[in-house]
């Protein structure tokens, strides 16, 4: 290829507006037309124009001269292939984007890495010094044409029909989600080849590939699991690596990783002990962390901790990829847990770990043992906890009342596990923040197990000895304690799908004008009440939301949309804002910043529509505020370590200028900053120079 390069400066007063939105040509007899956005000014400029093209282009060299140059008939310029897409989101046009180095990769084993691999929106240029020349279609892709692709491919599976109303028995659970099940599978594939374009597709259509990759559908993928596998992602760590952890963990090749979701799979969802097979909550959740928390996926690692199985199902499947023995218990499970949380943060010292479905006998032992010497957070007692706070305040907002008001609720809570626990704590930590004693806030709390009422006659964990009973309530069942203690609050989190009843929903709605109900369980298969029947019963007049989404009800002209109480509002942002801010732990008010700061986000248009969450569609603004409020509270509490967010939070204080140390950073507010810290899913130009060697 040849190429040359032509300079010229010609004096004139403006640009011809661009033809077929290529490169524009120069021309006097254009000065009249302004300076190409469409205003004239009359004034004088020097254009130096850069000119690159190779001779088997058709161009020619005319010997006219205008104003004593010569006209150059220019050639077709790359219109490079993302640049349409992304002008209008902030992102640099292509080729000005920082050039990544894959080194030694090139070729077959540069389009296998899926950090890396753009398959068919390679450019010529690309495949020319990569060498993929001969090894894809002729074709280019545009990154909007892969997208719009996978989006095609999703639409082609249709929709599940809705099972709401059936049976929930093991026929008609398998029949559901089959619809759900392919999509996840395209979507699996796609992130097993190109994680980009993946991440692309779930930030731009997060509310409806959301619930493909995680809840509800991700349920099913556990159960499925070992079948549907094909290639391994993330790490496992056996009874059978005792003694080895820390030297496994340089088997992994990223250098920085920052975020872990680990799971033992002892508690997947509401669907019990799936064993390796849970393998699928962390993958799924990582994806949320990519998407909407801003988080590079090179520096998110999913792990299983394989101890074993009580799931008699899977000890008996051929199939069944994980130890074929029974969960190790007391304390050789801790010595393990142990040995694991040392190698990771001896490997990765800046990481964050997220622990993830552990049984609710150990969920909170496991939080305590390392939450004052580890960044580390458990999500379904702290993030579930977090989102339910936030839930409320939001509900409380739309009732027209203050985030103080809460200290004035009566709850009724179904369901002891850690998941229920972790909500009653949060809710009561809120109180105390808020000035109310630990105590009287407690016994604003009904919380009922399988037997009713905690009752301190009973034989209860630590953690649920706390919301114990000793009066007339203790013992009731869910319908009898709502009838008697006439809660403004009604929370599910049993996995008990029914579990509300038609009474019990007709009681809220009698002695409340806007009774809050959150059955929160996931999925959907195992929630405690629909979204139909909380409108239908409390005539439009019942504050619903839900841990896995429920479409919107049209109840006397009104369109109602339930909201998605989700700990997806939650987790991103924490944790983004966590490693951001090399965070030395979290604390019980960085999570409370938290709730208070996705309360916030919700606007008029949302209020009016009877949520008390936002739109899905705006996860990362909500993660964004999530992660700014966690990194200020951080900072209030010195936990705060890195030193640019320290100065940036001191300059924000004190009205003065960022110090040297932020050279790049000058002029930058704090939120400016954080928000230039998350991920953005573009392609960038790659090269493979291994300095010193040649390429």
Request: with cysteine.
């Amino acid at each position: 290829m040849f190429t040359f390069r032509v300079q010229r400066a010609i004096a004139l007063s403006g640009l011809r507006r661009p033809c077929n939105g290529l490169l524009a040509r120069l021309s006097s007899s254009d000065s009249s037309k302004g300076n190409g956005n469409g205003e004239g000014n009359g004034e004088t400029k020097v254009v130096q124009q850069d000119l690159e093209w190779n001779f088997y282009n058709k161009t020619r060299l005319d010997e006219e001269d205008i104003d004593g140059a010569p006209v150059i008939d220019e050639p077709s310029m790359p219109n490079y292939y993302d640049d349409l897409q992304f002008k209008q989101q902030g992102s640099r046009p292509y080729h000005l984007r920082k050039v990544l180095n894959v080194k030694s990769k090139k070729g077959k084993s540069l389009m296998s890495s899926p950090l890396y691999n753009k398959g068919t929106a390679f450019n010529r240029e690309e495949r020319d010094r990569l060498g993929l020349r001969g090894l894809l279609p002729s074709a280019v892709m545009t990154f909007e044409d892969q997208i719009d692709r996978i989006l095609f491919r999703l639409e082609e599976c249709g929709d599940d029909k809705d099972d709401g109303d059936a049976d929930d028995d093991d026929a008609d659970d398998e029949k559901r989600g089959v619809a759900a099940m392919k999509k996840y599978l395209i979507m699996r594939d796609l992130h097993d080849r190109n994680e980009t374009l993946f991440h692309r597709v779930l930030v731009d259509n997060i509310e409806k590939v959301a619930p493909i990759v995680y809840t509800p559908t991700v349920g099913k993928v556990c159960k499925q699991f070992g079948n549907d596998y094909t290639r391994a992602r993330g790490m496992y760590f056996s009874t059978k690596d005792h003694g080895h952890m820390a030297s496994m963990c340089h088997n992994w090749p990223e250098e920085d990783v920052r975020v872990i979701v680990v799971t033992d799979g002892s508690r997947i969802l509401g669907l019990g002990d799936l064993g390796a097979n849970g393998m699928g909550i962390p993958i799924g959740k990582l994806a949320l962390y990519c998407a909407a928390g801003g988080v590079a996926p090179h520096r998110t690692l999913p792990v299983m901790l394989d101890m074993g199985t009580n799931n008699e199902e899977l000890l008996n499947d051929r199939f069944y990829l994980g130890q074929k023995h029974r969960r190790v218990k007391g304390e050789g499970y801790f010595n393990f847990l142990d040995e694991f949380m040392f190698a990771v943060h001896d490997r990765w010292p800046k990481a964050m770990v997220q622990f993830e479905d552990f049984s609710s006998d150990k969920a909170m032992q496991i939080l305590q043992r390392y939450r004052r010497g580890h960044l580390c957070f458990n999500d379904d007692i702290q993030g579930t906890g977090a989102v339910a706070v936030a839930g409320v305040l939001g509900a409380l907002k739309l009732q027209g009342k203050s985030p103080k008001d809460l200290m004035d609720q009566s709850f009724v809570v179904a369901g002891a596990g850690s998941a229920g626990l972790g909500v009653a704590n949060a809710l009561v930590e809120a109180m105390v923040h808020m000035g109310k004693d630990v105590n009287e806030a407690r016994s604003q709390f009904y919380v009922v197990e399988v037997n009713g009422v905690l009752n301190k006659n009973s034989t209860l964990t630590k953690a649920q000895e706390v919301f114990a009973r000793e009066d007339e309530t203790a013992g009731m069942s869910v319908n009898d304690v709502v009838n008697a203690v006439k809660p403004s609050v009604l929370l599910g989190l049993t996995a008990c799908k029914g579990l509300f009843t038609h009474d019990i929903l007709e009681s809220m709605a009698k002695n409340h004008d806007r009774p809050i109900i959150f059955p929160l369980s996931n999925p959907n298969s195992k929630c405690e009440c629909t979204a139909e029947e909380v409108y239908r019963i409390t005539q439009g007049r019942g504050i619903f939301a839900s841990g896995s989404p429920f479409d919107s009800i049209q109840l006397d002209g009104d369109l109602l949309t339930p909201s998605q109480c989700n700990n997806m509002f939650v987790f991103p942002g924490l944790g983004f804002g966590a490693v951001l801010g090399r965070c030395k732990r979290i604390t019980d008010k960085m999570i409370y910043k938290a709730s208070i700061a996705i309360s916030e986000c919700t606007n008029s248009d949302e209020m009016a529509a009877g949520m008390v969450f936002p739109e899905v569609t705006r996860i990362r603004e909500v993660s964004l505020a999530v992660a700014c409020a966690v990194i200020r509270q951080a900072h209030e509490e010195g936990v705060l370590t890195d030193r640019t967010l320290l100065s940036l939070l001191a300059s924000d204080k004190t009205g003065s200028e960022p110090s040297a140390i932020l050279d790049p950073y000058a002029g930058k507010t704090f939120e400016a900053f954080v928000k230039s810290k998350m991920y953005d899913p573009i392609y960038v130009p790659l090269v493979n120079v291994v300095h010193g060697r040649g390429r």
